[in-house]
């Protein structure tokens, strides 16, 4: 019952502080996304940031990481949302505008690496995109975060931020190539990682690549006033295992809109919906287990059971095909999810989030 109180605080702390400062970043971000010259980028940035707002509220959630100070706070709020905002503006690019190049998805992802360090030049991003003319607007993003990440201590965790970025970026570009290639582009870039991570189906381990929490945690550490030598176990507690039911929560959700437009989904490949609630099961439990072993294991359940109650608020998780896994998910969680999902369903309601 103590860490479920501390969890709540957390909780508390989180909607009263950090939405609004989310609510301010992105409203910087809108303005500057009204000034894009090209049309389609300027719809893109600004579908981006209307109807993916959600995430950089519920990663915002790692700017209380309990060892960062109050300047620290405020600096990470600033890079997360401003990465979340890169995320979400090139997810758009590659999905909504009827572009299929593999060269133009990978070029434009750079910017997710770059972004951690202040290296210059820049990269052309858009070299590739049959779209340039953005107005500074993804450079802006970039230097946004360099500035709010800047750390003498971010050398110890900067390859795995790197690591992280670069399966993002694989899977972002190998899920929006042509049909006929994805297939067997996704399979040999996952191909390495099942061989890392025995056990794990390969669309568990793609969608353990498409979240940035992992990304969100270790930049917190960058910031952190201590690190500790725990940083090998903190990045196997995120990868596979935060980060794929993060994402498989997402594409749960979605599965049946993905369906009716063809679209590719990471929980589409279970054979029966038994399996994949066992699976999800399975990966959030393992899950709960092995950020038990970091410091500061109270903040990091807050996340998971935050994740867990924020997507299945969503209506979308409760109709009839998707009712019985919802269930079992809930029922993995115990209690407090429950708890945390009727106060997540009235912020909705309120359209807080």
């Keep these: 019952m103590l860490s479920q109180i501390r969890q709540t605080w957390l909780i508390i702390r989180f909607m009263r502080t950090v939405f609004p400062v989310v ?32 995430h950089a509220q519920g990663g915002a959630i790692y700017g209380l990481y309990p060892a960062l100070s109050e300047t620290a706070q405020t600096e990470i709020l600033r890079f997360i949302v ?79 931020l790197r690591r992280y970025a670069e399966r993002y970026a694989n899977l972002q570009t190998y ?3 042509r049909k006929s290639e994805r297939n067997a ?48 176990e903190a990045e196997a507690a995120y990868y596979p295992w935060v980060n794929a039911f993060h994402i498989l929560l997402d594409y749960f959700i979605d599965r049946l809109e993905d369906v009716e437009n063809g679209d590719l989904n990471l929980v589409a490949d279970y054979v029966t919906d038994v399996e994949m609630a066992e699976r999800m099961t399975f990966i959030y439990r393992t899950g709960r287990e092995q950020i038990g072993k970091l410091p500061f294991p109270n903040f990091h359940r807050a996340v998971l059971d935050g994740l867990l109650a924020m997507y299945l608020s969503d209506p979308k998780a409760h109709v009839t095909i998707n009712q019985k896994t919802t269930e079992a998910l809930l029922a993995a969680g115990g209690w407090y999810p429950r708890f945390l999902l009727r106060v997540i369903t009235m912020l909705r309601r309120k359209q807080v989030i």
């Design 185 to 232: 582009a996704m399979q040999q870039w996952l191909q390495p990682l099942m061989a890392e991570y025995p056990g794990f189906r390969p669309w568990e381990l793609a969608a353990a690549s498409g979240s940035t929490l992992g990304i969100f945690y270790f930049a917190a550490l960058a910031k952190a006033e201590h690190q500790g030598s725990w940083l090998s």
């Design 82 to 160: 401003a990465y979340q905002t890169i995320s979400d503006y090139l997810d758009n690019l590659c999905d909504r505008a009827g572009v299929e190049d593999a060269k133009a998805f990978r070029q434009l992802h750079i910017a997710m690496d770059e972004a951690f360090t202040l290296e210059k030049p820049l990269s052309d991003y858009y070299r590739f995109y049959p779209f340039t003319e953005d107005g500074g607007y993804l450079v802006s993003l970039v230097k946004g975060c360099q500035e709010a990440l800047a750390s003498p201590a971010l050398t110890g965790v900067l390859p795995v």
């Design 175 to 177: 899920k929006h190539i």
């Design 23 to 54: 609510k301010q970043e992105l409203t910087i971000w809108r303005q500057q996304a009204q000034q894009i010259p090209d049309t389609l980028l300027k719809e893109q940035a600004l579908a981006s940031l209307q109807a993916k707002r959600f």
